[in-house]
Structure formats: structure tokens, C-alpha cells
């Protein structure tokens, strides 16, 4: 199993990114993914999930209406659109997928917002 994310960089407060996490030696599309984020200092956070079934997303309030969750199964890959990102979002962005019980995550992505 392999998760690697990719997309983060810097960007000013009110601006856009889309990280995308690619997905390998699992059946993808039997799967939901999450997106986690560390904020430099703090514990690691959840931010969005999308399900394997009916492509179900759900959020984290923080990012709740900023923030788009996606995924391609042709692609094996899950999306993450980031819009008026703040200060606040800066963190490394990390892709995750339980199977059979266990938690496989990527290496994470940077992002960081600032001016």
C-alpha cells in the first residue's frame, strides 16, 4: 500500500490549492480516504473523508464550505481543493486509508499561507 500526496506550496491568505493523493496496491475505489493536517506545533487533525460508496464526503468545521474533497477511481487518486485558505491552514497535509484495520498513510504534503 502506498499514499503519496502532492500540490502543497505557499500561497497567500485568501488564495487557492489542490493537493492530490495517489493511491497504490489496494483496490482504491473499495476504500475511503482521509485527509489529515499538523499544524506546525500541534496534533494532528482531521479534515475531510470521502467514501467508497456514493463518493459520501463529510468535513471537518473548520474547513467545512472552504474545502473540497474529491475522487477519481480511474485515477486512483483523491483531491483536495483548498479555497480562501487562511494563515490557520497553514500545516503538512497527509492522505490516509484504513484497510483490514489498519491506518496507511502518506508522507504528507507542506502548505503554507502567508503573505
Known amino acids: 500500500v502506498q499514499l503519496v500526496e502532492s500540490g502543497g506550496g505557499l500561497v497567500q491568505p485568501g488564495g487557492s490549492l489542490r493537493l492530490s493523493c495517489v493511491a497504490s496496491g489496494f483496490l482504491f475505489s473499495n476504500y475511503a480516504i482521509n485527509w489529515f493536517r499538523q499544524p506546525p506545533g500541534k496534533e494532528r487533525e482531521w479534515a475531510a473523508t470521502?467514501?467508497?460508496?456514493?463518493?459520501?464526503?463529510a468535513y471537518a468545521g473548520s474547513v467545512k464550505g472552504r474545502f473540497t474533497i474529491s475522487r477519481d477511481n480511474s485515477k486512483n487518486t483523491v483531491y483536495l481543493q483548498m479555497n480562501n485558505l487562511t494563515p490557520e491552514d497553514t500545516a503538512v497535509y497527509s492522505c490516509?486509508?484504513?484497510?483490514?484495520?489498519?491506518?496507511?498513510w502518506g508522507q504528507g504534503t507542506q502548505v503554507t499561507v502567508s503573505s
Open positions: 470521502i467514501s467508497s460508496v456514493e463518493d459520501t464526503t
Open positions: 490516509s486509508a484504513r484497510i483490514r484495520r489498519l491506518d496507511y
